[in-house]
């Protein structure tokens, strides 16, 4: 696709239940974040994936938090047995290049625990 | 601990006016400094961009201006229009390779609304 996709665009889920959270990057970009936006906030670092390598996970705020990156493309979120401070916009970005600064953001799943 | 320090977290301006949000960092190594600007239901969008071998970039109407010395930058926005309402969001990076991982420290963002 033409920029970074993410579904679902909203999931509402009851406390204790797990989740998973879609991101599909733009063609060819190696580089792909996962940042939390909770409401009125910033922007929180989660994880990094760059290619093969071992993903920076030193975001992560909890063992409930877990990622996974598929053959270099499509990335998934896991949160499991939600809490309701876990409601916040979840936001995926990948980079084109190394030297490259610039962020490409979806538009996000916004996720609300009960 | 917060390494970019953004301010005014709400901003209202009258249409044909000067926004100006403001950013701090502490961490000496920075050497890139973007501007990302969110509109309500999208994820942010790169705006514009400078490194510390320059004091000023302009842009349109967008001009980041960036003093070493005192480890502070700003966004200004001239003749700003109902449609630059938007959140922006003050970002800084030590680091552009691969082995960046936290490539990006935000600021909180600023929420601008400017008034017709």
């Known amino acids: 696709g033409a920029g970074v996709s993410q579904s679902p665009s909203n999931k509402v889920t009851e406390k204790g239940k797990d989740v998973e959270l879609r991101c599909d990057p733009i063609?060819?970009?190696?580089?792909l974040y996962w940042y939390r936006q909770s409401l009125g906030q910033g922007l929180e670092f989660l994880i990094y994936?760059?290619?093969?390598?071992?993903?920076?996970k030193s975001g992560l705020p909890s063992d409930r938090f877990s990622a996974e990156r598929t053959g270099g493309s499509v990335s998934t979120l896991t949160i499991q047995r939600t809490q309701q401070e876990d409601s916040a916009v979840y936001l995926c970005?990948?980079?084109?290049?190394?030297?490259?600064?610039?962020?490409?953001f979806g538009e996000g799943s916004r996720l609300t625990v009960l | 601990q917060q390494q970019v320090k953004q301010s005014p977290q709400s901003l209202i301006v009258q249409k044909g006016g000067i926004s100006i949000i403001n950013c701090a960092y502490e961490?000496?190594?920075?050497?890139?400094f973007p501007w990302y600007q969110q509109f309500p239901g999208k994820g942010p969008a790169l705006l514009i961009a400078?490194?510390?071998?320059?004091s000023e970039k302009k842009e349109g109407r967008f001009t980041i201006s960036f003093n070493k010395s005192a480890k502070q930058f700003s966004l200004h926005i001239m003749d700003s229009q109902p449609g630059d309402s938007a959140t922006y969001f003050c970002?800084?990076?030590?680091?552009?390779?691969?082995?960046?991982?936290?490539?990006?420290?935000f600021g909180g963002g600023t929420r601008l609304m400017v008034k017709p």
């Open positions: 970005a990948t980079r084109q290049g190394a030297n490259t600064g610039e962020l490409f």
């Open positions: 400078i490194r510390p071998d320059v």
């Open positions: 970002a800084a990076s030590d680091k552009l390779g691969w082995n960046a991982g936290n490539m990006l420290t």
């Open positions: 961490n000496t190594a920075f050497d890139y």
């Open positions: 063609s060819g970009h190696t580089a």
């Open positions: 994936f760059q290619g093969n390598s071992a993903p920076d």
